[in-house]
């Protein structure tokens, strides 16, 4: 009963629920705006809140978080560059729909389809984290590695056209990973003895360039044409169609949840796997993903505010963060004299409550900031070409700089952009390549922290893996998702089924 | 004509005297070394507002990260040393020199405070075969090379820990496995990744108190305030004296040159902030010492520092060049 009491503290003091709101509408105008990202907003709002109590400040960040998650699919949506890196999935089909002029309808499904993964996540958050905490801490150094080799499967998925091509983008994202001191040993890697690589590429310049800079680029060849006319007749989803994707849609949201969930992997991880698994289970969608599939925004929205839930749920019950925010969140509830901990939960379960509270205000927030001012939204699709792609370079410079206050950055952004358009122009895809960055690193560290904990010996790390039903499992979804991609297996299901092989996947 | 000049020299004097009286008359900037919801950064983001209600001014705090921390540091030391940019940063820079990570470490820099230091405890997963230091080393000894110890790389916490381990005891056959900090590294403590970390007590003491971690030894001469049933090292072996106390520690630095009376003012403004009950206890809370120390004081600390860490890590052969190049003298001579 006291727990129910402290859920809804946040509903009944106008002063908290003022506060979610606020953050909440600032978090999705901040989200959509890349390289200005949540993680950013809310260390600001550490030193911001400092003075005031712990509910009001917890409110506001919570807010900001639910919002900025869901506003990086805004940009990605109507100029094709992800707000966040957990809305670089969304981009794939959500920016072909605005081409065709249902910017309306893809935002509006991008919307409820968040609000839906968000309360999966909050859902999961309130009565089972610590199952699932638990779940999460058994993942060994190679699960995380088999979890970023089944993540690293997904090039073919997100590369349309030539696989090879798509290979080729995905190893260039892994080498761009793996530039600069190795955080594992500080050795120096590709740096070529120039301090500048020392500290790595960034890799949200890379997004942005590679996203925003090559897109308005491309648009240079069509500056005199028309621009499209968005129809923006039916934004809110039907009934019938929210129904349709549920299924589709509370998969997707699981993946978010447990991805989530998982100390070390975040949003962005989910977003591209929910997005593949979408692919893999949608027989027949309307449209071809990467041709404005509805399905394809439906799975990463899902996903990646799903995993706002999931981030909760490791720092609520053992103080470890699920991803960047909630680790500055844990940072804010020192700051303000609780322990973040195991016994937490234990010494404050109002405390948890509240947070639960919190996150369904901010989602229903999100629903009403994200369906309103769509109309204003899409006409900047409708904007002549010749605004709209200063718009785009001054938003992508604004963003690259502003990830680390470097002008360093916004050179690699250009670069990366100048670099994307020639990929793009030739046919190779983008998505892979930042697959490829996004993933480096887990594969990378796992790898070697998986064969390092095995004293170096091949015998003994597949041991570990045979011996582990956790390891096992992936290992064998590896082998299944990797034999099923190719040719070899389509074949195969021919001479077997007597089906004609589609080869489509 | 004269009287003009007069006039406009006697008002730039008047500026120019205004100007450092009135320090600060815009807004300063504070670069954290590490990045949002470290150690670094809640310590930083938890003195800084009680220092700016002593100052009277308003400090801007921004996270740079990369290399290290190398990149924040040459940034700051590359900027006007006027007071208006603080460093505001932990332990790494006094080792970057031997580790080849870069030439400048605090040398450049005036110390405005060292804030607090960190004490080093060993803990391990509840479910490891030993209860306590002694037991852990005789295991060690049986099974050689069976133990995976966390580590942070050369330089950092867990390096420092076993190669002080490496020297009183005269070896330590473990395996090494490399986290990209202490707070990974402890999450896989608890899920079994590996059986001992040496960590930061503040990092560590949440786990401890809800038995997901289990201490070992803290790495101490004396029992702590927060843990005082807990062991410490020296009750195990006394050779430990030589090298304890030691640890990791946090302070707000300027570059050196800056006006001697902006450094008095800024230290006194930290050195107040400091003293602020919610500092105070955070501090407590997480297991740090408070030190608060300024001026010649903070000096002697940071090269003792630097003289005992970095000989300490070229005697068990992790460090990149010689101490000696760059004139830090072994402890003692």
Redesign the interface.
Known sequence: MTAFMDFLTVFTQPELLLLVGVGTFAGVYVGAIPGLSV??A??IL??FT??WDVYPAISLMIGIYMGGVYGGSRTAILLNIPGAPSAIATALDGYPMAKRGEAGTAIGVTTVMSFIGGFVGIGVLAVAAPWVSDFA?????RDYMLLAILGILLVGSLSQGSLVKGIFAGALGIAIGAV??D????AERFTFDFQLL???ISFIAVMIGMFGVSEALLQLHHVNKNSVRQKISRIVPSLATVKKHLPLSLQTSSIGVIIGAL??TGGDIAALMAYDHAKRVTKKPERPFGDGAIEGLVAPETANNAAVGGAFI?MMT????GD?VT?????AL??H?L??????MIDQPDMFWFIVGCLVMANFFMLIFGLTGIKLFTRIVEMPRAVLIPLIMLLSIVGAYAV??SITDVYWMLGFGVFGYFMRHYGYPLGPVILGVILSRLLD?NW??AI??E?EDLGRFFSGIFSSPLSLVLFVSVILIFVSQTPLWTKAKGRIFGEKGQGHE | MKRIIVGALSALALTATAAVAEYPEKEIQGIIQWGAGGSTDTVMRSVTPHAEAALGGTVVMQNMTGAVGAIALNHVAGSAADGYTLLMGAENPLLYKIMGLGDKDYNEFTPISILARGTPVLVANPDAPFNDYAEMMAYIKENPGSVKFGSTGPGGLPSVVTAMITSVEGGLDVTAVPYDGDGPALTGLQGGAIDVMPAVLGAAIEGIRAGNMKVLAIMDVSANEQLPDAPYVTQFNDAYSTYLPWGPFFGVFVPNGTPDDVVAKLSAAYATGAQHPDFVKLMNDRGFTLMAISGDEADAFLSKWQQGTAWLLQDAGLTKASPEEFGIARPGE
């Open positions: 993680t950013m809310v260390s550490i030193s400092f003075s801490l058994k993942f060994q150094p600069g001191r955080p594992l040993t500080f020392e500290g790595g100390p070390g490791p053992l103080g470890i963060p960047a680790a500055i969140m844990i940072g020192f700051i004299g322990n973040p901990g195991p016994m937490l680390n206050n560290d070697r922290r390092i904990s004293q």
